[in-house]
């Protein structure tokens, strides 16, 4: 448990509480009114330090929305929110028939980071309130079908080749929407004039020059016309999408959650399964080997219509880590995480990674996903680090990033140089991360202990 009289603690769970909804959490109180994918994923592991049952209803909750052939959604709208508030609204993703009754989702999906967060729910409970427990198995048993159908929906539709990468058809799907990673595929999508130009994320942060432009909003809006116009048919995007790419960092994140569902599966009655679940994983890490440049050191993505790689540096290149590899791809690029271009470069106020590498030449401090640190994906690497052995590197992270936390709060994301906190300043995410990290017991540095393929102990151990 974090100490409770800990003032970042207290202010994390502050935030939470604000954002509370009763059976989910919205990111922030007003740029992020409804409910998303990979922010309830994070969120549950967050809740899960001091009220395990409201871990598992956030979970619960998103997967109301889960689509009949698997797909989960990047957003599950709340009804009673003032349409207009957050674009682009329910009826823009023309989802009614798509989505379950009497739930308003929106057409994309996120990084698959669920089966991870419920994996770590359970251990948090596991080592924290045991009474519990046995509710949060229940709640496992019922949401493992479900996670299995995710998963199979992502290596089928998404996959279609079988090639273990996951193909995304929107920047918002990333979860790094305005990463340079996707500048030069989204420069060739061609803006339709009847996309709507309201932009109500601008009322709610002080400097327009920290968010996308108004043409990227223009070609995001384009993206789910088409999309809408196909009837969200992903064999007909997989031809005619005029934005497609083998996203490493979502494949990645798949390849972990994958193993996380193998162990999962043991606890939901279905032990059968978790071959298939790491078999799953094991294609993954092929597919990401195929996609590693060692000249870069760096795991690229590849856009599928211009048929060619991307060559942005970007946290993203560092996927191999986050999906589990080889000790000397481990080496090469923990050495790269803490080295000049990412957490070690001259001049940074907290030693964590910057969202793109602050010599390439994108590089923005300030613009959303284009430089700045968000604390969720430095948790991401912490977390990979840590279930791979790599405990100093992993304890230097946590420490530059509990540092930063206590200095600028539970902000969405933060200046990569001063350390300045920008977007918004309570953003659910980064408090539940905060809490994750202040629960953590550093241990004595040593050695890595794992190579290829990685040992998770994410449901019995702990990271
Ligand atoms: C679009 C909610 C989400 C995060 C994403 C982040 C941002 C949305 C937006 O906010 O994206 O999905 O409107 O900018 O990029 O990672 O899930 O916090």
New binding site residues.
Partial sequence: MPELGDELAGDAIRVLRANDRGTWTR??PR??PHQ????AAFVAIGWAHFAPHRAVAELRSLFRGQWADGMVP??VFDGSVALGA?EPRQRTWGTAGLCPPSVATSGIC?PPMHAIALARVRAITARHHEGALAAVDAAVADLYPRLAAWHRWLHTARDPEGTGLVTIFHP?ES????SPRWDDALAAVAIREETSGDRP?LVHVADASE??TDDDYRRYHTLVRELVEVGYDHERSHRTHPFRMADVLFTAILAAADDALADLAGIAGHPEAADAHRADAERSRRGLDACWDPARCACLDRDLVADRWVTADTIAGFAPLVAGCDTDRAAALTARLAGPSFAGAPGLRWAVPPSTAVDDPAFDPRS??RGPTWPVITWLLWWALERDGHHSRADALRTAAVAQLRASGCS?YAEAVTGEPLGSNA?S?TAAVALDWLAHEPREPQEPNVSHPPRLGVVAGWP
């Fill in positions: 990111p922030s740029l992020y998303w994918s990979w922010d990047q957003i957050y996120q918002w979860g790094l929407d305005n994320d968010r996308p959303y996903w969405e953003q995410w």
